[in-house]
């Protein structure tokens, strides 16, 4: 069965701290790594990543993938009490040509306060 | 910036009545997705459609869901005879072409089945 797994599952910081979220996949066909971030309802695309070891960054996040140890992590650096939300992992497999699925982790949810 | 819209933001129903979820995807956007989130836990695929007709579904999508998209810019959910268990937010989720698996969010219908 595929998996997605993200660590820790709640995460509570104080305002200025730097976090690191995890995740963890086994997935057949992959594609793509997808973090978002969901705070009251829709998920709000953060990041795809695709290839190893490329770095990709917006402001205070940033966001890496290892395809050989099959993790990525998120980084956010001087948090702020608008960065609590729930975070969400999901990768994007291939069942067919052209068309990809994504399959969500269970979320961090990080709370920061001030 | 285009977004994916959806209607009704909460709609209550009664056990066995059918119900019609609304979403009007990104307008450039060529494929369409189902997504719900029962509370508490993580987001599911549902189905996704292309060019008019379902490419994938998953276990969850039995016989008593269907999707359409009646227009050009409309894509519906369908729920034929609720079940307590169908009690969930319902995302609706869309991406450009095969390229690329990033997809955009709605910001949910929330379904109370009683």
């Known amino acids: 069965e595929d998996k997605v797994v993200q660590s820790p599952l709640s995460l509570v910081v104080h305002e200025g701290d730097t976090v690191t979220l995890n995740c963890s996949y086994e997935v057949t066909n992959f594609r793509s790594l997808l973090w978002y971030k969901q705070e009251k309802k829709a998920p709000t695309f953060l990041f795809m990543l695709?290839?190893?070891?490329i770095e990709k960054k917006s402001g205070r996040l940033s966001s890496i993938l290892d395809k050989k140890e099959l993790f990525s992590i998120l980084n956010i650096t001087a948090t702020q009490t608008g960065d609590s939300a729930v975070y969400l992992c999901?990768?994007?497999?291939?069942?067919?040509?052209?068309?990809?699925?994504?399959?969500f982790g269970k979320g961090t949810k990080l709370s920061v306060i001030p | 910036e285009p977004e994916v819209t959806q209607t009704p933001s909460h709609q209550v129903t009664q056990m066995g009545q059918e119900v019609i979820l609304r979403c009007v995807p990104i307008s450039n956007h060529l494929y369409f997705y189902w997504y719900r989130q029962i509370l508490g836990q993580k987001v599911e695929f549902l189905v996704s459609f292309y060019n008019n007709e379902i490419s994938e579904k998953s276990e969850i999508f039995d016989d008593q869901f269907s999707v359409e998209r009646p227009d050009g810019s409309n894509f519906t959910l369908k729920i034929r005879s609720t079940k307590l268990e169908d009690s969930a937010m319902y995302f609706c989720?869309?991406?450009?072409?095969?390229?690329?698996?990033?997809?955009?969010f709605g910001p949910g219908t929330r379904l109370t089945v009683t």
């Open positions: 999901a990768v994007a497999w291939a069942p067919g040509a052209g068309s990809y699925q994504l399959t």
């Open positions: 695709t290839s190893s070891g």
């Open positions: 989720a869309s991406r450009t072409g095969t390229s690329t698996a990033e997809q955009y």
